[in-house]
């Protein structure tokens, strides 16, 4: 399955996902290469529980031998024997079944994490323009909440629950035609009657849950975007009105819950009403029993007793349909993400260059992210080492430009080539090795400031990590922290300014050393004062490499080698600052605009 901008491979309903349906045949072949590592555990396991289930399946026999044999023999000693034999199967049923309880656990924590690493592995494979339609939060409840969470309860009750009960199921059934094939014949029609109930009921339990798993994602995803918000809510004080909102929508969602329950519910209530029907049967059968066909009283306590084992058992196999019935929806979402192929992979077999020049060409390039075009048949030519800014109206194409650049796009139409070779053809991975880029947003991992350095450079050293903080302005402010170099900076960055976040980013692009430089308003966010400083340290990194600046404020590109006027899409303009004022046209407007007075700009706008 391959995802397409245009046409998603999967649904979109209301900003969610609409996910595959897949068979149970299909889910076990996709599950079993992750099973068969596991399969000689698994074994022992199903013997362990199978005992557990023997174990399970004698006790009734001995009430029945109690009854029939010591009773009637006024013996205590046969009692004695009967419950010193009764307590070593029941603590040697303990030891098994805490044995198999053990490697079931692991053996579920183990798949779990594989999925779970698959699927962070796939997704940081997948193209921005996934990404940029479904947000992360979506994607972490649909993948690694409420999915994975369910796959999990099925796989422990797969194996624990389920292989208990048709162990049981068997002894008991075998115990019960040894006692009484007539009676063991009600029991078995009744249990085909309780089989029949939830093939009626199970497929509407299933509906409602998918139904309330849709809306409960939908919730998640609510909630996330609000918490994101927290400043925007609090600076317009809209508390109230958050609030309302939310219980609307979570109370939608609670509905389908509480009618996915209540399904669930009515299957139980109907159940146990079967069995109290059953019991009935089976105390007039066995009392006839005793009356016509002199049955011993033994027999008939021991039936009733694996009646009540064997409706549980096959209650709790409802009970295993309903998760089952959840946990396939889990695999649906689980494997629907897994089966989408990025638009941006690399061609197999494919190497980079033994040298890199840096000479970077367009050829005819158009790109659009939905239906208008966004970049419109560009060629540019950048020869290496040429510093070049970006500029013009917000919207025109520069930032879309980078990300092209970066290959986290591929143009709809013409070619984008490194010295020479069309960048598709290169490995995307160690293409995007060559370049070091500071957004307009640097995003900071919640980790130490050393941390997120070395995602730059795994290896550097301490001594390594405070120069490039030397040369980005960022290492008095480090140095202010108790643990320096070791001070979390929390989620996204949070607990910095965004100047020392900026200062940051910049420190950690100088650490990779790169081929190329892209950097998106990377000094937005300083004060003039920094600004100036990482002005001179971005001209010693400029040095040698091919560079693209992005800026609005015009007077911070004056000393670059070429600046390209991008506006709609398209280059209108190409030169040196001092050329470009001369030719006064679309840069010569924007730089006045952005040094005379307010009220003038405003004049020039309504001119």
């Not at 009960?165 to 094939?181: A, M, V």
């Not at 998640?220 to 004080?237: C, E, P, S, V």
């Not at 941006?344 to 390039?365: A, D, H, N, W, Y």
């Not at 919640?446 to 795994?458: E, Q």
Request: proline residues 3%; charged residues 20%.
């Amino acid at each position: 399955m391959r995802f397409n901008p245009r046409r998603p491979a999967i649904k979109q309903e209301q900003g969610g996902l609409e996910f595959n349906h897949y068979s149970a045949r299909e889910i076990f072949r996709r599950m079993w290469p992750l099973l068969k590592v596991y399969r000689l555990q698994m074994f022992i396991s199903v013997v362990l529980v199978s005992l557990v289930g023997l174990a399970v399946a004698v006790i009734p026999l001995f009430t029945k031998y109690v009854i029939d044999v010591a009773v009637p023999k006024r013996s205590f000693r046969i009692v004695l024997t009967a419950m010193l034999l009764f307590v070593i199967s029941q603590f040697a049923r303990m030891g098994f079944w805490y044995l198999a309880q053990r490697m079931v656990f692991i053996i579920k924590e183990k798949i779990i994490f594989k999925l779970r690493s698959d699927g962070l592995q796939h997704m940081q494979e997948l193209s921005f323009s996934f990404h940029n339609r479904y947000p992360s939060g979506l994607l972490y409840d649909r993948f690694f909440g409420t999915a994975i969470s369910n796959v999990g309860e099925f796989i422990h009750l797969a194996f624990q629950s389920l292989a208990v009960d048709i162990s049981g199921l068997i002894f008991s059934l075998w115990f019960c035609i040894y006692l009484s094939p007539p009676m063991t014949l009600v029991i078995i029609i009744a249990s085909l009657c309780y089989i029949w109930v939830g093939n009626k009921i199970s497929p509407r339990i299933y509906a409602k849950t998918l139904i309330y798993i849709k809306q409960g994602n939908k919730t998640t995803q609510y909630i996330m975007d609000k918490l994101r918000g927290i400043k925007t809510i609090q600076a317009f004080a809209i508390e109230p009105t958050i609030q309302n909102e939310f219980g609307s929508r979570v109370w939608t969602q609670q509905l389908k819950f509480m009618i996915a329950t209540l399904e669930r519910m009515k299957l139980g209530f109907i159940s146990e009403g079967m069995g109290y029907l059953l019991t009935a049967v089976i105390f007039i059968g066995g009392a006839y029993s005793i009356f016509k066909w002199d049955m011993k009283i033994g027999t008939l306590v021991a039936f009733i007793g694996y009646q009540g084992q064997l409706i549980g058992t096959v209650s709790g196999l409802l009970a295993m349909y309903s998760v089952f019935m959840a946990a396939r929806a889990g695999f649906d979402q689980i494997f629907t993400i897994l089966d989408i192929k990025s638009d941006i992979r690399s061609i197999p077999g494919t190497v980079m260059p033994r040298e890199i020049k840096g000479c970077i060409e367009l050829k005819q390039v158009s790109f659009s992210y939905d239906v208008r075009p966004v970049i419109k048949n560009m060629n540019l030519t950048v020869p290496p080492g040429q510093n070049v800014a970006l500029v013009g109206r917000s919207g025109g194409g520069k930032t879309t430009l980078a990300n092209l650049l970066m290959r986290f796009y591929d143009p709809k139409e013409g070619r984008i080539l490194l010295d020479g070779s069309d960048i598709r053809n290169l490995p995307v991975r160690e293409y995007r090795k060559l370049f070091g880029i500071v957004m307009q947003d640097s995003y900071l991992f919640d980790d130490t400031i050393a941390a997120n350095l070395r995602y730059a450079k795994p290896g550097a050293t301490d001594e390594e990590l405070k120069q490039v903080l030397t040369k980005a302005y960022a290492v008095d402010f480090v140095n202010q922290f108790p643990e320096g170099l070791n001070h979390r900076v929390g989620e996204a960055g949070g607990q910095l300014s965004g100047g020392q976040r900026q200062r940051l980013a910049i420190a950690r692009c100088m650490l990779m050393n790169p081929s190329f430089l892209i950097l998106d308003e990377a000094t937005a966010a300083l004060d003039t004062e920094s600004e100036l400083y990482i002005q001179q340290a971005l001209e010693e990194l400029f040095k040698g490499r091919t560079s693209f600046v992005i800026a609005h404020r015009l007077s911070t590109v004056r000393d670059a080698d070429r600046i390209l006027v991008i506006d709609d899409g398209e280059i209108v303009e190409d030169g040196t600052f001092d050329a470009l004022l001369q030719q006064k046209k679309l840069f010569y407007h924007l730089y006045t605009l952005s040094t005379v007075s307010r009220e003038a700009a405003r004049n020039m706008l309504v001119v």
